[in-house]
Every structure is written in structure tokens, then in C-alpha cells.
């Protein structure tokens, strides 16, 4: 069993930047590809950022340029790195864990709030 923590939201302005991180428990996530999902106010929880275990990364057309996912298998811990933040990135961010990029998620975190204001 994996838990996952994720911490860094918090309110920022139009043009900002937040660093989000999700600690895992349980054992190690170093095989498991992680990934950052969002569900805004109203709409469906969609990708943000996924990251393999090798380091290959896949993004969100909305986050390309903009955000950053990155790990530190050492520390169990998978960070999003978000700049040039808009309003329409307001959302609850989840961390999730994966065995595969095929595979269904496996484990979700309880999500972090970002609220960008204008």
C-alpha cells in the first residue's frame, strides 16, 4: 500500500509561480510512473504532468512550457514545478502513482488547492 501526501498549493497571483510536492509512503515509488492530475471548479479531473521511471516525461498541452514535473526517488518524492500561472490553473492538484504507462492509476493523494487570482 502507497500513500501519497501532496503539500506547496496555496493562493498566488496571475504570472506566479508554486512548487508542488507529493512524499509517498509504503515502499518505494521509484518504479511507478507519477503523475499530477487537476479538477477545476466545475470541471472533470484531467492530466496535468506524468513522469516515468526513467525520467520520460508527458504533458497536458496546457501545461507544456509552462510546468515542470520532475522526481527524487531518493526522498520518494515527485515535484510540479508551476510558472506563469493563470487563472483557469485554479484547480485541487493530485498526486497519482501508476505501475505502467498502460495501467489504470493505482493510488491517488487527497490533493492540494491552487487558486490563481487575477
Known amino acids: 500500500q502507497v500513500q501519497l501526501v501532496e503539500s506547496g498549493g496555496g493562493l498566488v497571483q496571475a504570472?506566479?509561480?508554486l512548487r508542488l510536492s507529493c512524499v509517498a509512503s509504503g515502499r518505494t515509488i521509484s518504479r511507478n510512473v507519477m503523475g499530477w492530475y487537476r479538477r477545476g471548479?466545475?470541471?472533470?479531473?484531467?492530466?496535468?504532468?506524468?513522469?516515468?521511471?526513467?525520467?520520460?516525461?508527458?504533458?497536458?498541452?496546457?501545461?507544456?512550457?509552462r510546468f515542470t514535473i520532475s522526481r527524487d526517488n531518493a526522498k520518494n518524492t515527485v515535484y510540479?514545478?508551476?510558472?506563469?500561472?493563470?487563472?483557469?490553473?485554479?484547480?485541487?492538484?493530485?498526486?497519482?502513482?501508476?505501475?505502467?504507462?498502460s495501467m489504470p492509476s493505482e493510488y491517488w493523494g487527497q490533493g492540494t488547492q491552487v487558486t490563481v487570482s487575477s
Not at 492530466?47 to 508527458?58: F, K, M
Not at 514545478?81 to 505502467?100: F, G, H, I, W
Request: proline fraction near 4%.
Open 41 to 65: 471548479p466545475g470541471k472533470q479531473r484531467e492530466l496535468v504532468a506524468r513522469i516515468g521511471s526513467t525520467g520520460t516525461t508527458d504533458y497536458a498541452d496546457s501545461a507544456k512550457d
Open 80 to 101: 510540479l514545478q508551476m510558472n506563469s500561472l493563470k487563472p483557469e490553473d485554479t484547480a485541487v492538484y493530485y498526486c497519482n502513482a501508476q505501475r505502467s504507462w
Open 15 to 17: 504570472g506566479g509561480s
